[in-house]
């Protein structure tokens, strides 16, 4: 036993607090990021009759008319027939109106309460194993949860940035066209999920000793990532689902299923990982598992009220140029990310279980946290690009120069907040005094790896938005390489785990700097659109 038993029933205790807070969370987030705080309901976003009436002789834009002291006023929508649902696309003088910060919030709002909500219940889950199932449960989450979410997030990186630009590109062309750009990415997912899931159920063992995971870790962690991996071609096909939903400018559909989907999550956990099983590392997997199918079929559902909804297509791979246009360049750069990620998580094994749990429990509040630069990102690259095909230096100056606004401030609340969640949030998770130490003692390191992290997705959007992956995958791997001889000397010298997460503090400082002097000097598609007279190089 990890605990002693006085200990379990006041952990007991705990666990209706833990679940009400846990369901009372995720419903207030999907209600303030809903249609009443968007101010528009998603057929708003989409609809061409709203989009034509607000633009023919509406009077708001007639006093901007004569604000501009009688300039000439041009606007245009993406789809002007009805059966066509297109995106409404407003332009003045050639400028996005979503450029402004408030545009940029009503999209990116919703879109922060999808991205959260992976991080949200990978802790719900930690909680769960923590308080049910002991150190050595927990310390398992963390070689299963990296075996399982890394692939996941390799494969879903690729196939989103596709479905993302392929869909956005024929959507104002209409449902057909976007339907059979969809159809690409989708089949694409399926034919790439089935064979996961034999893999997870095959090789966990054989990836996790490779990985170099104790004994006593290596059947919960190989339980975690078989059960999660049965659902592989359920978790691709999802995400494809909610890139494609998010490509028609609609966040906040995706985000009721998300939370619907985190709200069953939650109901398996008590019931697999507490009462009236005890199934421990198992049960969460399970709990995720059942989630991820029924978030995949109310996808489904939403893109076929859309009349956008794919179908699978032999012939996937001949039929994927669009999409392998994509994966090379993302691909490396994910892999250098998840380099990272991993090199740190071996550190921490090798530090001995309890640091391997305090580990587990710090990842999963800094993902939370670290998740709330991609709405910024994404934000970035779905704004950005035709004002640099358009070559618009005071529009693509406007949107950078306010997502980095809004990055910075967000970056210093949310490592602020991450300090504190570390401090005194911890014993949620576990009441171990020795994973709390080890927590405690990392909480500094983790704090300044937020900030800079968040600060970091806002300058990464704005290059993905360039397609400058030319630079971004150089100095991706110089930083890596860094971090991983910086980890090394970290394990020499026995510093711990507030050695392993300064590594990744490291890395991150080092590239924001880089990036932005690349861009200060008129270097790179975006650089020679912000600084047209300095750029001198080739594209």
């Known amino acids: 036993m990890d605990e002693p038993s006085t200990t379990q029933r006041r952990r007991r205790t705990r666990l209706p607090a833990v679940l009400v807070g846990a369901c009372v969370a995720l419903l207030a987030f999907g209600r303030l990021t809903g249609p009443g705080f968007a101010c528009a309901e998603p057929s708003a976003l989409t609809s061409s009759r709203i989009a034509s009436r607000a633009l023919t002789g509406g009077p708001e834009l007639l006093r901007l008319g004569r604000a501009r002291g009688g300039e000439r006023l041009r606007s245009r929508v993406a789809a002007a027939d009805e059966d066509s649902p297109g995106t409404d696309v407003k332009t003045i003088d050639g400028k996005k109106e979503a450029s402004s910060k408030t545009e940029m919030l009503r999209f990116a709002l919703p879109a922060l309460g999808i991205y959260l909500a992976n991080p949200i219940m990978s802790n719900i ?55 059979e750009e969809l159809i690409r990415t989708f089949s694409f997912a399926l034919a790439c999920g089935v064979p996961l899931s034999l893999f ?14 104790p004994q006593n870790l290596q059947a919960m962690a190989a339980s975690y990532a078989r059960i999660r991996g049965l659902v592989s071609w359920a978790s691709l096909g999802q995400g494809v689902c909610l890139s494609a939903i998010l490509a028609t400018r ?14 069953l999550n939650v109901l398996g956990d008590f019931l697999l990982c507490c009462w009236p099983l005890r199934t421990g590392v198992s049960g969460a997997a399970a709990a995720t598992a059942i989630s ?16 956008i909804l794919p179908t699978f297509r032999g012939g996937a791979l001949r039929d994927a140029g669009p999409v392998l246009e994509y994966a090379g360049p993302m ?9 990272g990620f991993t090199a740190m998580a071996f550190a921490a094994a090798a530090t001995g279980t309890r640091a391997l749990a305090a580990y587990q429990v710090i990842l999963g509040i800094f993902v939370l946290f670290a998740f709330i630069g991609a709405p910024l990102s994404q934000t970035a690259q779905s704004m950005l690009p035709p004002l640099i095909e358009s070559s618009n230096t005071s529009g693509a100056r406007k949107v950078a120069k306010n997502v980095l606004t809004i990055g910075t401030i967000v970056s210093i609340v949310a490592s602020v907040l991450c300090y504190a969640a570390l401090m005194l949030g911890a014993g949620t998770f576990t009441s171990d005094p020795a994973v709390l130490g080890e927590i405690h003692g990392a909480a500094f390191m983790v704090c300044l790896a937020t900030g800079t992290l968040l ?17 971004i995958v150089t100095q ?25 997460w300064m590594t990744l503090a490291v890395r991150v400082i080092l590239f924001v700097p880089i990036a932005l002097t690349w861009l200060g000097m008129g270097c ?9 007279k300095k750029g001198t190089r080739p594209a």
Do not use: E
């Not at 449960?137 to 399982?148: C, K, N, R, T």
């Not at 691909?331 to 380099?339: E, F, G, Q």
């Not at 790179?524 to 047209?532: A, D």
């Open 125 to 179: 889950d930690n909680s769960f194993v923590g308080h049910f199932g002991g150190t050595t449960a927990l310390a398992a989450l963390s070689p299963g949860g990296v075996l399982a979410d890394n692939l996941f997030f390799l494969f879903n990186s690729v196939l989103s940035a596709a479905t993302t630009g392929l869909v956005a590109r024929a959507w104002p062309k209409g449902a057909a066209n976007a339907r």
């Open 250 to 263: 609609d966040a906040v559909t995706p985000l009721r299923v998300v939370v619907v989907a985190a709200l």
């Open 524 to 532: 790179g598609p975006l650089g020679r659109v912000l600084f047209p």
């Open 292 to 307: 991820t199918m029924c978030g995949f079929a109310l996808m489904m559902r939403s893109l076929q009220r859309k009349q």
């Open 455 to 471: 600060i970091s997705s806002s300058v990464d959007g704005a290059l993905l938005a360039a397609k400058d992956f030319g630079f």
């Open 331 to 339: 691909l490396v750069i994910n892999m250098t990310r998840i380099a």
């Open 476 to 500: 991706q791997l110089s930083v890596v390489m860094l971090q991983l001889l910086v980890l090394r000397t970290v394990l020499h010298l026995n510093l711990g785990l507030p050695g392993i």
């Open 200 to 213: 997870y159920w095959f090789c966990s063992n054989w990836v996790l000793g490779l990985m170099g995971v």
